[in-house]
């Protein structure tokens, strides 16, 4: 299907480890959303880019978190010297434009031993 | 950003219709009324938005009060497949990012 894409689907990692979880928006989709999803809670946003350009991060919890888009399509988000904190789903969602409904991927579930 | 309050969880019955509530008392002119789902392992779905006036889709029917301070959402035949946790959400279509800020959400439990 042409949905949007998000890999790997499960990812382990030791405290400290960086990782890097990748998502590939559905094509021609200009807007792409991070969100953070702790067990039992809904999402919670994280940043936004609108093609290449991030226009929000206000929702990045610490300056571990740093996220991509060079070429306006596939995006990364890495995070650095990871905390048990820091497990969780992390969903991508990609829309026409800001205001046009979001599709969202299946996520990644991290786990941070 | 405007709060919504939804009940933690509903029941029903398979192939009967489901009245999921949302109230938003401080909603402002401009917010639109989303709602999303999730189903289990899943990310959310979009599933219907709305302003002011009553909307349908294939998925759902959306019914705004008239003072919009609250919404209810109508799945008309409920099946096992619309068990998930449903999330009304308001997002103001201007000066937005477009970030969709959830809540917790009511869970849905359909019994066949």
């Known amino acids: 299907g042409a949905g949007v894409s998000q890999s790997p689907r499960y990812k382990v990692a030791k405290r400290g480890q960086d990782v890097a979880l990748r998502c590939d928006p559905i094509s021609g989709h200009v807007s792409l959303f991070w969100y953070q999803q702790a067990l039992g809670q809904g999402p919670e946003f994280l940043t936004y880019?609108?093609?290449?350009?991030?226009?929000?991060k206000s929702g990045l919890p610490s300056d571990r978190f740093f996220a991509e888009r060079p070429e306006g399509s596939v995006s990364t988000l890495k995070i650095q010297r990871t905390q048990q904190e820091d497990s969780a789903v992390y969903l991508c969602a990609s829309s026409l434009g800001q205001v046009q409904p979001q599709h969202f991927g299946d996520g990644t579930r991290l786990s941070i031993l | 950003d405007a709060k919504t309050t939804q009940p933690n969880s509903m029941e029903s019955n398979e192939e009967e219709p489901v009245h999921l509530p949302c109230n938003h008392s401080?909603?402002?002119?401009?917010?639109?009324i989303h709602w999303y789902r999730q189903l289990p392992s899943q990310g959310p779905e979009y599933v219907i938005h709305?302003?002011?006036s009553n909307v349908n889709n294939r998925m759902a029917s959306l019914a705004i009060a008239e003072d919009r301070k609250s919404s209810t959402l109508i799945l008309h035949r409920a099946t096992l497949r619309d068990a998930a946790v449903y999330y009304c959400?308001?997002?103001?279509?201007?000066?937005?990012?477009?970030?969709?800020?959830f809540g917790q959400g009511t869970t849905l439990q359909v019994k066949p």
């Open positions: 709305g302003l002011t």
């Open positions: 401080t909603i402002s002119g401009t917010d639109y």
């Open positions: 959400i308001l997002r103001r279509d201007s000066g937005n990012t477009g970030k969709l800020i």
């Open positions: 880019f609108q093609n290449e350009a991030q226009l929000d």
